[in-house]
């Protein structure tokens, strides 16, 4: 499946640039190295990375929690 990446951007590529964000599609993760902040691709390709975002796809997840780390729980 392709994906025009412009058509999931909540921003302007231009915002992206200045703020060093990259998306990436059509890339398949093999691993991610969470100690050494590296994602590993099929294609052989490695990036590093200060903070990752892994979306998976177009559906959200409802999480049913409490306590006292459900500030820092996303879906």
Do not use: W
Not at 49 to 70: C, E, N, P, Q, R
Request: proline fraction near 1%; hydrophobic fraction near 45%.
């Amino acid at each position: 499946m392709s994906i025009n990446p412009e058509a999931i951007y909540l921003r302007t590529q231009d915002f992206y640039d200045a703020v060093n964000i990259k998306v990436l599609t059509a890339k398949q993760a093999t691993g991610v190295d969470v100690k050494g902040q590296v994602v590993k691709f099929q294609d052989g390709d490695e990036i590093s990375f200060d903070k990752l975002v892994i979306a998976t796809g177009k559906f959200h997840s409802s999480v049913i929690a409490s306590g006292k780390f459900l500030k820092c729980l996303f879906t």
